[in-house]
């Protein structure tokens, strides 16, 4: 079991509203990534951060945005929710420079179902 | 653009078994192949970290091997059991920051 913790773990939300998932890294971690695993695929790359900076972004308009804050916990923020935004959300986080040639630790994800 | 495919998308094999997982991408330019396990509703469990400069790694009865030039990995499991049942996942890092994840292939061992 990784140090890795997210919260709700369950949320539902109605179409246009707005949600806020939370993350907290494993301890020394200084990187964190979002992803979006629709039922039946493979988690999706939504975008990460390192030491409180966006690194990189995957194919995600910008109504889903974050932040990493000075202690390395994380939040995903999702405005005017739609239909296909119910998912499973995973949080990442790993050590060195971007992540790069380290192991991301995944946390248990939330789970969020849009009405 | 980094494609990742798994094949099988599912397997269902009697307990004892040893069995073979695949895992093929486009672009060979990879710092590392993770292979992850998920049970039904959970998050990932990481595997085995296979680095761009190695060839396998091995943990208890799975062994990982990775062939970059021809752009496939295999996750070989020996002794299956019912409590290996789960979707295993494969992913690339092409850079520093974008994880590139296969659809899974979803194992179940009949006891």
């Known amino acids: 079991e990784t140090g890795v913790t997210q919260s709700p773990t369950h949320l539902i939300k109605t179409r246009g509203q707005q949600v806020t998932l939370r993350c907290s890294s494993q301890?020394?971690?200084?990187?964190v990534s979002w992803y979006q695993q629709a039922l039946g695929q493979g988690p999706q790359f939504i975008f990460q951060?390192?030491?409180?900076?966006?690194?990189g972004r995957g194919n995600f308009p910008p109504r889903f945005s974050g932040l990493q804050f000075p202690n390395y916990s994380s939040e995903l923020n999702v405005n005017a929710l739609e239909l296909d935004d119910s998912a499973l959300y995973l949080c990442?986080?790993?050590?060195?420079?971007?992540?790069?040639?380290?192991?991301?630790?995944f946390g248990p994800g939330t789970r969020l179902t849009v009405t | 653009k980094q494609e990742v495919t798994q094949i099988p998308a599912a397997l269902s094999v009697p307990e004892g078994e040893n069995l073979v997982l695949n895992c093929s991408f486009t672009?060979?330019?990879?710092?590392?192949l993770q292979w992850f396990r998920q049970d039904p509703g959970k998050g990932l469990t990481s595997l085995l970290l296979?680095?761009?400069?190695?060839r396998e790694q091995t943990s208890g009865r799975l062994n990982a091997s990775l062939d970059k030039s021809s752009g496939r990995s295999t996750l070989y499991i020996a002794a299956s059991q019912p409590g290996d049942s789960a979707t295993y996942l494969c992913?690339?890092?092409?850079?520093?920051?974008?994880?590139?994840f296969g659809a899974g292939t979803r194992l179940t061992v009949k006891p």
């Open positions: 296979i680095q761009s400069s190695q």
């Open positions: 992913a690339v890092r092409t850079n520093n920051n974008d994880m590139r």
């Open positions: 672009d060979s330019a990879i710092y590392n």
């Open positions: 990442a986080s790993s050590t060195g420079l971007a992540g790069s040639f380290y192991e991301q630790y």
């Open positions: 301890s020394g971690h200084n990187t």
């Open positions: 951060y390192y030491r409180e900076e966006e690194n």
